[in-house]
């Protein structure tokens, strides 16, 4: 790697078959290195990755994340912690999960400083609006890392904002220790205590008493996220307003098969069959394209539609962006017509 510049790599298809034909991606791989490892909260340790030379890493607006690269082929998503800055390392924040399939559980207790790890650029479908208007940030767990980068941010532009932050325990609140690596702005910043309080953070009210102007960002467990959405909805706010980033899928995949899949820039055509999703198809006819979530919550296959309607089943895209039908996720949605013209 020549100084200065970043030694970048083909994304391969994690789940993909032997040899597969590699379809138009969007994405490089970043090789990086381990820069520093704090324990922040129990069992959460925030990383922080950089190129091996010190060179500048891609920009990225508070809302983004990463995919990371695990040895046995898995592929995590993680938000960024903190606003670019000078973009010399990249910040995420890993906690251990108790059901960790390995990908939490490795990055925890075995990572090491030094070592070598291949990341995606950074991808944002929790954007921050860095405009003239108040924000209101809620946060649960380990949600807190897309949250405290835009906290960070809106920190430093001097935007009006309050901070909701809601931990079981004490000992669970990252970015709360004074001397730790990373420190959320103490002024906006509300923590709520469940084991202290008896019981989780009241997100309708807090959602309630927002002003009418302003944005509002969740990011946490389910149950925050469905209070979130539900107050949210009960107080008219506008849904441009409104913005979460959810962990899990919430939807079943579209698996009823039975449509073709045009590839428009590969001059292709291919058969869904049931039980089948598009990624499955393109797969079994040998065909590579990026992914990883494969449950609709990261945008790594976000695909442009050219023609026909497809059966949304992502939790990414907007309702109005889900009625434009200009792009789909293919790993997890499929399609209301017979053909659907894809830009791959
Ligand atoms: S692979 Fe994550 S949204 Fe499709």
């Known amino acids: 790697m020549g100084t200065g510049t970043l030694d970048r790599s083909v994304a391969g298809d994690a789940g993909g078959q032997a040899n597969p034909v ?51 082929g898995l592929v995590r998503q993680y938000s960024l912690a903190a606003p670019a800055g000078s973009r010399k390392s990249y910040l995420i924040c890993v906690k ?72 079981r325990e004490r000992v669970d609140a990252a970015f709360t220790d004074p001397s730790g690596p990373l420190r959320l702005p103490a002024d906006a910043l509300s923590l709520h205590v469940d084991a202290e309080r008896g019981g989780v953070m009241d997100v309708a009210a807090i959602v309630r008493a927002a002003p009418p102007t302003a944005h509002l960002y969740c990011c946490g467990p389910t149950p925050m ?40 820039r590969s001059a292709r055509a291919l058969r869904v069959a049931p039980g089948q999703t598009i990624l499955e198809a393109l797969r079994s006819a040998g065909l590579s394209v990026q992914s990883s979530c494969e449950q609709g919550i990261c945008g790594a296959c976000e695909t442009r539609v050219l023609s026909g309607r497809p059966d949304h089943r992502d939790m990414l895209l907007s309702p109005q962006e889900k009625a434009a039908n200009q792009v789909m996720m293919i790993c997890c949605s499929g399609s209301l017509d017979g053909t659907l013209v894809l830009d791959l």
């Open 22 to 72: 590699d379809l138009p991606s969007r994405d490089d791989l970043l090789q990086l290195q381990v820069k520093s490892l704090h324990l922040v909260a129990r069992d959460t340790h925030l990383i922080e990755l950089g190129a091996p030379d010190g060179a500048t890493l891609p920009d990225y607006v508070p809302g983004a994340h990463i995919d990371v690269h695990l040895p046995g």
């Open 96 to 167: 251990r999960d108790a059901s960790s399939r390995g990908g939490s559980r490795w990055l925890v207790e075995q990572l090491r400083l030094g070592q070598a790890l291949s990341v995606g650029l950074p991808r944002n479908h929790f954007v921050l609006n860095e405009g003239q208007h108040s924000s209101v940030l809620i946060a649960g767990g380990i949600g807190i890392t897309p949250i405290a980068c835009m906290a960070l941010r809106l920190n430093q532009l001097g935007r009006p904002f309050a901070l909701h932050f809601g931990v």
């Open 225 to 264: 996220l469905d209070a979130f959405e539900v107050a949210a909805n009960a107080a008219g706010h506008d849904s441009s307003r409104i913005h979460l980033e959810r962990f899990s899928a919430q939807v079943d995949a579209a698996v009823t098969g039975g449509f073709t899949v045009e590839l428009a």
